[in-house]
């Protein structure tokens, strides 16, 4: 039996519904956008997800993997699980049918990556990376490099890496000391970067590393960072094995969780490694790869978190403890008839629901951005926007939910009979890589909203007053009217931060980031609940059968809860921003 519950009624709702597929037709360049062929997509990676992925679950956290003579060994079973994973065809579902792509929209490869991320988050950072250094590739590697290395890593015979940290070098990647010597048409390529996801594993032919380091005379910091193509081991153009490329494996993480995906140090000794693009733009590059991972990120926050609310749910529907008393007198309960369990069951939902419905808009915003008709700077916008709030939300609110299952749980939710203590373990490390959502929050607030005087806010402020006057008149109205309000003290609150900046008070913003970020995102998530309530609403005017009925009615009632509960919390924590700086003085921590 899975652990795997998918609340496919959800993910289906949020691709065909609400954003829904219908905004697709605004594109053009997309192989296919219809739904028999999302319909087709959809049936076989949830049957990989329930048959294969979930199955290895436990045994990919038990056994973990192992360094055998500088060699990574996985769990019993990846290597086959890997095997079937590229026959589905999805490393590349999203890159271009000329190197061996699918060339489908976001809005498709996200509930997709949903289904591995909540089956089996660890075996899915494989296929992640991969995709996303092959991207980094495609997008400013020279033809050469396309042809050689694309086509092999989209199939999935390849896989890729992204190594950016060094044991100096962590949140400040420009104080990395990794050298790149000029060696003939390629580079030398010397150095250690430690925390690298699938850094060495035992699954694929090769491993296409992505490495930032510096050439001789490079400028200080980030600025003087390069990237470089750097093979595990020497292909010639007709495929065949040349030589080993001195790129090793000296250690891996004893970890938390995700413990069946290697988390390495990899060291380069004069390893031959290839310039991609030109010199000194590797962090302007390597921002792609990282924003793409961070927007999956969120989704593992909200994948995993619909997999603990579910689990817990199931449980809470089964399992009597205590009493309960109606008119028929006094009975035995089931635990979800107590009100206490029933707060936590319609706040997982919420949390849940909210931050899919997040991670899949920026999807649809991503397509948009990339290849609408219309509107694509406000696409582009929203989505930078997005994007550091997205990989704070879904991994903050999927770690809380996750421990609201445990407590659902009771003493087994401690036990690892239930999956819900492994989804904890799990889940925690999203906060952390993909940067830490402490840098998520400064990029926030100074690189997406104060450096350029709130224009990606805007449109985002525009689109709630939009709602907002949509649902003049009905029967949200109320909600639209909270939801609003949150909005513009969103805008105020950024006002506020704009005013200690020119007042030279930059540490009192960076002292209210990460709190601000985690109120936005909840207002956030309230304006997304409120438009799939509205599009619930006109659907239950209509006729509509029974099951989608009650479907509807609960998107009414997870919104409602959502926005008079969490949200207007979130919104009254901004409110004394104006009042309340930041504490100075060291005896603050004697």
């Not at 988050?121 to 590739?137: D, E, K, W």
Request: hydrophobic share 40%; charged share 20%.
């Amino acid at each position: 039996m899975t652990h795997y519950n998918i609340d496919e009624r959800d993910i289906l709702f949020n691709v065909k519904e609400f954003p829904g597929l219908a905004h697709l037709e605004n594109t053009e360049g997309f192989e296919d956008t219809s739904e028999e062929t999302f319909d087709l997509l959809w049936d076989q990676a949830k049957k990989f997800a329930v048959e294969r992925l979930s199955a290895l679950f436990a045994v990919g956290d038990r056994e973990g993997c192992t360094l055998v003579d500088g060699k990574v060994q996985t769990p019993t079973g990846f290597d086959e699980l890997w095997a079937q994973y590229k026959e589905l065809g999805v490393v590349g579902i999203t890159a271009d049918s000329e190197y061996g792509g699918a060339n489908l929209p976001h809005l498709f490869s996200i509930p997709v990556a949903e289904l591995e991320c909540g089956a089996n988050v660890a075996f899915s950072m494989l296929p992640l990376l991969t995709r996303g250094s092959a991207r980094l590739i495609e997008s400013f590697g020279t033809t050469e490099l396309k042809e050689f290395y694309l086509e092999k890593m989209y199939s999935g015979d390849w896989s890729g890496t992204m190594c950016l940290t060094e044991p100096g070098a962590g949140s400040d990647v420009g104080a990395g000391l990794t050298k790149a010597v000029p060696d003939g048409d390629a580079y030398k390529i010397t150095g250690t970067k430690i925390f690298i996801t699938w850094g060495d594993h035992d699954l694929t032919e090769n491993i296409i590393h992505l490495v930032l380091a510096r050439t001789p005379d490079a400028p200080k910091g980030s600025k003087g960072l390069s990237l470089f193509v750097v093979p595990k081991k020497i292909y010639d153009g007709d495929d065949n094995f040349v030589r080993e490329n001195a790129v090793s494996c000296s250690n891996i993480e004893h970890k938390m969780g995700i413990k069946a995906s290697p988390t390495c140090v990899i060291n380069f000794d004069e390893s031959t490694g290839w310039l991609v693009g030109q010199p000194n733009q590797g962090m302007a590059q390597m921002f792609q790869m990282m924003n793409d991972a961070r927007l999956e990120v969120g989704l593992q926050g909200s994948a995993q978190a619909s997999a603990a609310y579910r689990s817990a749910l199931a449980y809470a529907q089964e399992r009597v403890q205590g009493v309960r008393k109606d008119a028929s007198g006094v009975h035995a309960a089931k635990i979800i008839e107590h009100p206490d369990v029933r707060r936590m069951m319609l706040r997982m939902r919420a949390l849940s629901e909210a931050s899919r419905a997040m991670v899949y808009s920026q999807a649809l915003y991503t397509d948009l951005s990339h290849k609408g008709k219309n509107d694509v700077e406000k696409y582009s916008a929203l989505c930078e926007l997005m994007t550091p709030i997205c990989k704070s939300y879904g991994s903050d609110q999927g770690f809380r939910v996750a421990e609201m299952a445990i407590q659902t749980y009771g003493g087994y939710g401690f036990c690892q009979e239930y999956p819900v203590e492994q989804y904890m373990r799990d889940l925690k490390i999203a906060s952390l890589y993909e940067g830490t959502n402490g840098i998520q929050a400064l990029d926030l607030v100074f690189r997406k909203i104060l450096s350029n005087q709130g224009a990606y806010l805007k449109y985002w402020l525009a689109d709630v007053a939009a709602l907002v006057g949509k649902l003049k008149g009905t029967k949200l109205e109320g909600l639209a009217d909270l939801v609003g309000a949150g909005a513009q003290t969103v805008a105020q609150t950024a006002k506020t931060f704009g005013g200690w900046m020119m007042s030279g008070k930059a540490d009192a913003i960076q002292y209210r980031a990460t709190e601000f970020q985690e109120s936005f995102g909840h207002i956030m998530a309230g304006y997304f609940l409120l438009a799939q309530a509205g599009y619930a609403q006109d659907k239950l005017a209509g006729e509509v059968s029974t099951a989608d009925k009650v479907f509807y009615e609960q998107k009414l009632v997870t919104a409602n809860y959502f926005i008079r509960d969490i949200m207007v919390q979130a919104q009254a924590s901004l409110s004394h921003y104006e009042l309340v700086e930041f504490p100075g003085g060291d005896a603050v921590f004697v």
